[in-house]
């Protein structure tokens, strides 16, 4: 077993990794695994890992239907649904090829369902078209106009994934140290320390994958100049528990391309539940999961950025509605209800919401894809958005392949 080299009043390693979400473990775990010789350390400021976004989502292992073909999106999306299916599938962990319907219930949908359907295919998927009746037959809660079927998608428990991975961390000789909030980064030439409470620890190489703190994170070492984190709450429901047959596969609606969220969706979680969400709205409050959350820190800053106001002056209408539909359950039932009519308030039961990290700039744009900073001795995942959880593996494989010299960017 590696331990930490104790100089006193400090414990040096090789690596530390900050932040004890998916993304982090992931690079954690297989960059111990990588040489028994080198010491990695990870640390979570909570008391136990998953606890913000890795722990809050819908738990779709996406297949790669949306994304730029040839980006590294759609690249890290495609190959970390098979390394998520293998992992779960070997390591005894919650997880199911369901199937994914993309649904349209309008004549604009359906021709954005026929782009989204090449995309597919650019994106090396096998869809399948669907008419109406074959839609119905197929599920016959739900309807549209026309739909398309991905088999490659499924659901799988992320936390669980996160626990396994952080136990074979430990067993190949990484250490966690939890309940541990870094507060400093100080990079010298030959080393890097990093102030945390409580501790001090040094290494040679830093990776964070701190979710909504990144821009903090960032800019504690002057990176992160241009873009601010703004935190979207993701809101579910639900179906109450007699309904849990009424869908087979995942049911999606066609997402407006202009946003880089998926739309209200059914979505059946590994524990039997269907899930119905998320919407996306102003969150007040980075890691407030509650309705009335609100911190001023975060509140401020958000409020002082310039590209929250471009953002939020370019999505106005959109934003309005997201905010009506999640005061009044009855909107939020519109959502559903045009593709699964059978669906009525009564039928939604609470759930716990998700916040988004998601990185805007500053003349607003919300970004959709990966954004890695570095300095000499450290890198930074500063926007990691949905589907970071399906990717996760390849995303840390690619960061210990940059931290080996094996690429020098990745983007
Ligand atoms: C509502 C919602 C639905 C989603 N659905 C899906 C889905 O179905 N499929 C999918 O693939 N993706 C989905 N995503 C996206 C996915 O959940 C995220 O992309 C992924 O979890 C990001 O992981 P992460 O490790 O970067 O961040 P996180 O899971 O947020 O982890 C960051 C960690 O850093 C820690 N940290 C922060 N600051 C510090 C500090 N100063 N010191 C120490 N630790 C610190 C935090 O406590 C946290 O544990 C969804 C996201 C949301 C919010």
Request: net charge neutral; charged share 20%.
């Given at each position: ?11 040096k ?12 473990i ?58 998520t ?11 199911e ?33 669907l008419?109406?009746?074959?839609l ?12 398309f079927?991905?088999r ?52 040679s190489?830093l ?15 002057g990176?992160?100049?241009?873009f ?18 009424l869908?087979?596969?995942l ?5 407006d ?5 998926l739309?209200?969706?059914l ?19 980075r ?7 609100f911190?001023?820190r ?15 002056a ?71 958005p ?11 494989r ?14």
């Open positions: 077993m590696n331990s930490a080299i104790n100089h006193g009043r400090f414990l390693f090789d690596f530390i990794i900050i932040g004890g979400g998916i993304v982090g992931s690079t954690a775990w297989q960059l111990q695994r990588s040489s028994d010789r080198i010491r990695v350390l990870l640390l979570e400021k909570e008391s136990f890992v998953a606890r913000h976004q890795t722990g809050h989502n819908s738990g779709v292992i996406h297949a790669g239907v949306y994304y730029e073909p040839g980006s590294l999106k759609a690249r890290f999306c495609r190959e970390g649904a098979q390394a299916y293998d992992f779960c599938r070997e390591n005894g962990i919650a997880c090829q369901t199937g994914k319907l993309v649904v349209a219930t309008s004549d604009i949908e359906l021709e954005r369902l026929h782009l989204l359907y090449r995309r597919c295919l650019e994106n090396g998927l096998d869809p399948e078209m008419g109406p009746v074959e119905q037959e197929l599920e016959p809660a739900i309807s549209g106009t026309g739909a079927l991905v490659e998608s499924g659901i799988v428990d992320f936390p669980g994934m996160c626990h396994v991975m952080l136990e074979q961390f430990r067993q190949a000789g990484g250490t966690v140290r939890l309940n541990t909030e870094v507060t400093g980064i100080t990079e010298h030439d030959d080393k890097i320390i990093i102030h945390a409470k409580p501790g001090t620890f040094h290494a190489g990776v964070v994958c701190a979710g909504l703190m990144a821009d903090r994170l960032a800019r504690l070492q990176l992160g100049q241009d601010r984190i703004v935190p979207y709450r993701g809101e579910y429901y639900r179906l109450r528990p007699g309904l849990n047959g869908i087979r596969h049911v999606y609606p066609v997402p391309p202009a946003l880089p969220f739309g209200v969706h979505t059946r979680m590994t524990d039997g539940t269907i899930t119905v969400g998320p919407n996306a709205v102003q969150g007040w409050k890691e407030g999961y509650g309705v009335l959350n911190s001023l975060d509140t401020a800053g958000m409020l002082g950025w310039p590209g929250f106001w471009k953002a939020s370019r999505h106005f209408r959109h934003g309005i509605r997201e905010i009506r539909n999640s005061l009044w359950k009855a909107r939020y039932v519109n959502e559903i209800s045009k593709y699964c009519p059978s669906i009525t308030a009564d039928d939604l039961e609470p759930h716990p919401a998700g916040i988004r990290a998601q990185a805007v700039t500053r003349d607003g744009t919300l970004l959709h894809d990966f954004l890695i900073e570095r300095t000499p001795r450290s890198l930074h995942v500063c926007n990691a949905s589907p970071a959880a399906t990717s996760a593996i390849p995303i840390g690619h960061i210990c392949d940059i931290l080996s010299g094996n690429h020098s960017t990745l983007g």
